[in-house]
Nanobody, 124 residues
Framework: QVQLVESGGGSVQAGGSLRLSCAAS????????MGWFRQAPGKEREFVAA????????RYADSVKGRFTISRDNAKNTVYLQMNSLKPEDTAVYFC?????????????????WGQGTQVTVSS
């Protein structure tokens, strides 16, 4: 059974940093893209970042470009999201997604697997 488990969330002040991790089990995702989404209370889920299977290609939402960095360690079947210069508007539950696709027409087409999410709260 495939399982994705996010960790690393917490509460920080504006300008601070956090690193999120998403550890996958049940199958390897080294040949497919993985990504991060986030959802604030009362708002729709939005795309944050994605990375190709090899790690050679990355995609970011305009709102996080220059501040967030996505990476992966296929030996650990894990994807990371380094978040710097955090802003209050980054406050949300962050979800990991696996088995997606990166293409020229779309930054990331989501796969079928989701984690349970990790809370990120940024205070001003």
């Amino acid at each position: 059974q495939v399982q994705l488990v996010e960790s690393g969330g917490g509460s920080v002040q504006a300008g601070g940093s956090l690193r999120l991790s998403c550890a996958a089990s049940g199958r390897t995702f080294s040949s497919s893209a993985m990504g991060w989404f986030r959802q604030a209370p009362g708002k729709e889920r939005e795309f944050v970042a994605a990375i190709s299977g090899s790690g050679s290609r990355t995609r970011y939402a305009d709102s996080v470009k220059g501040r967030f960095t996505i990476s992966r360690d296929n030996a650990k079947n894990t994807v990371y999201l380094q978040m710097n210069s955090l802003k209050p508007e980054d406050t949300a539950v962050y979800f990991c997604n696996a088995d997606g696709i990166i293409s020229s027409g779309s930054p990331y087409s989501m796969g079928d697997y989701w984690g349970q999410g990790t809370q990120v709260t940024v205070s001003s």
